[in-house]
């Protein structure tokens, strides 16, 4: 299986994959330390095993959690992913972040970071995108950061939008970009 890493197309289906797996590791460790309560000969033995598989829980529990809450979202379509890759050398574009507020999921399908604003994607309909746009905005003021942030719900708006773009230009406003991608990426799931 090919690795993925935060901000790379495929990123959500490789990161629940594996999260699962882990997961099933984990319900795994717990049934066989069960199994082994019913053949342990000393009550003693028999309570330490009970307590292991209660501990063994929680880590599951805390890995089992945010795949949970991220599981209908879907990585981004080939075909949409092919359109926006054209415009790559407009700024840094991550794909398949789910940025969690205390209000809602945020699944930002792309994000454009130029020096001063950011351009989002987000294929959930049902996000509230004022909200969404208030949070982000928030989240990287709190770092010193001072960005325009719009979201887009309609796929033709936001590839019409990156096409009024100018190319990306080398200079020191490129470390904000850079900055806010790294932010951006540490705050998704």
Not at 17 to 26: A, D, H, M, P, Y
Not at 67 to 86: H, Q, T
Request: with cysteine.
């Amino acid at each position: 299986m090919k690795r993925y890493s935060k901000g790379q197309r495929g990123y959500r289906d490789y990161h629940k994959k594996r999260e699962l797996f882990k997961v099933l590791i984990g319900a795994a460790a717990i049934v066989i330390q069960l199994l082994f309560r019913e053949f342990a000969a000393s009550t003693e033995l028999k309570n330490i095993l009970t307590v292991m598989a209660v501990l063994s829980v929680l880590p599951a529990a805390n890995i089992a959690a945010p795949l949970i809450a991220s599981f209908k979202y879907r990585s981004l379509s080939p075909v949409f992913g092919e359109k926006v890759s054209v415009f790559e050398d407009k700024g840094i574009v991550l794909y398949d972040l789910i940025i969690s507020s205390k209000e809602q999921l945020l699944p930002m399908d792309v994000l454009v970071i130029l020096p001063d604003e950011i351009y989002a994607y987000c294929s959930a309909g049902k996000t509230d995108t004022s909200k969404a746009e208030r949070y982000i905005k928030q989240m990287l003021g709190r770092h010193k950061l001072d960005y325009n942030v719009k979201v887009s719900l309609d796929e033709k708006a936001f590839l019409k939008r990156l096409g009024s773009l100018k190319p990306n230009e080398t200079n020191e406003e490129n470390d904000r970009a850079d900055q806010a991608a790294a932010l951006l990426k540490s705050l998704s799931m």
